[in-house]
């Protein structure tokens, strides 16, 4: 594959050399495609790294094919679906002035630590682990404060997802598939 | 008195036996699924993530399934003589029914052995010797932990299956 060479546009009146060091040139579409395809492995292994995602988001991915080819988008507006109503029953059963129901704050905990599992959102699991111990003991300050850790992970873990997405989408656009 | 079935089987695909050396582009193993496919399995999970996860990985292997989310539900489709579940993927917390009378009823009004029936739960690992027993005991042939794993379904259906086969 021939080298493309940098051929800066002819200097205007004035345009300094930082300036012009900003212009960019249009590369070929087979650099966009593999290009777009690294920033895609990066950023899905980034995301792997720290802890968001682990090899049960993996899996969704090599279930996803032509006969379901959105298949993980399905499955994860159903995730955010499900924290959505359980970060939210949580809420209420934990602001109640006389006793809260320990129970179903458990219960909501036990679906979203099963819903996280599945999907395989690794930090928001993990809280569930802590979460559980807190209703456990009855700890309303405690569980308040898991609560709002859960909250935060999963918009978090949102845009995190949605660029992702949205980095797909570069690939599908340049002439590429997913999975790769 | 009979039971009105509600769902549509696949009629159309059966169990069959692949020929050396076919292959399909799903499978990692061509042959080690194959037998996989076509299986008729009545999938009982009330989580809609979770169903719609294990029913993809099922699908995946080439399984015919049937999504059911409830413990009537199940009861219901498997209940009458004329229904062809070869195998009942059943979660054991049910929001309305306890799986393992659900279990018990099919075993019950079926027959001992037949549908296969695998219970799915979320128990640790501190619970599941007592949880096997359990099972054993009720008539369940095998038990699968949640998260579910393509692999570690495929295994433990594939045990099953064979198993039985063997009885027969």
């Known amino acids: ?180 | 008195m009979g039971l009105i079935l509600r769902f549509q089987l696949r009629q159309s695909i059966s169990l069959t036996i692949s020929e050396p050396g076919e292959s399909t582009s799903s499978e990692h193993h061509p042959n080690s699924n194959s037998f996989l496919r076509g299986l008729q399995v009545a999938l009982v999970e009330s989580d809609d993530l979770n169903r719609s996860v294990t029913r993809r990985l099922l699908e995946k292997l080439g399984c015919s399934v049937t999504p059911l989310s409830s413990g009537y539900e199940c009861l219901s489709a498997i209940g009458p003589a004329t229904s062809s579940f070869q195998v009942v993927l059943l979660d054991l917390q049910l929001p309305d029914l306890d799986g393992f009378e659900v279990a018990a009823r099919i075993r019950k009004f079926r027959s001992r052995s037949w549908p296969l029936i695998l219970a799915m739960t979320s128990s640790s690992a501190a619970e599941e010797d007592d949880l096997w027993e359990k099972c054993m005991q009720m008539g369940l042939n095998g038990v699968i932990r949640k998260p579910i794993l393509l692999q570690g379904i495929a295994n433990e259906l594939r045990r099953v299956v064979l198993q039985a086969n063997r009885v027969v």
Request: net charge negative; with cysteine; proline share 4%.
């Open chain 1, 1 to 180: 594959m021939p080298l493309h060479h940098y051929r800066p546009p002819p200097n205007h009146g004035g345009i300094t050399s930082t300036q012009q060091q900003q212009v960019t040139h249009q590369p070929p579409a087979m650099d966009v495609l593999s290009q777009s395809r690294r920033q895609l492995a990066d950023y899905t292994n980034s995301l792997h790294r720290d802890g968001f995602l682990d090899d049960q988001f993996s899996q969704l991915q090599q279930l996803q094919d032509e006969s379901s080819p959105d298949f993980v988008m399905e499955v994860v507006s159903l995730f955010f679906e499900d924290c959505q109503k359980l970060v939210t029953n949580m809420a209420r059963a934990l602001s109640e002035l006389q006793a809260v129901d320990f129970k179903q704050v458990d219960s909501s905990v036990h679906q979203l630590k099963g819903s996280s599992s599945s999907v395989g959102a690794a930090r928001i699991k993990n809280l569930c682990v802590a979460f559980k111990t807190c209703c456990d003991s009855q700890n309303r300050d405690g569980c308040m404060r898991c609560l709002q850790e859960v909250n935060r992970e999963c918009v978090l873990l949102k845009n995190k997802l949605q660029t992702l997405f949205r980095l797909e989408q570069q690939i599908i656009s340049a002439g590429g598939s997913i999975p790769m």
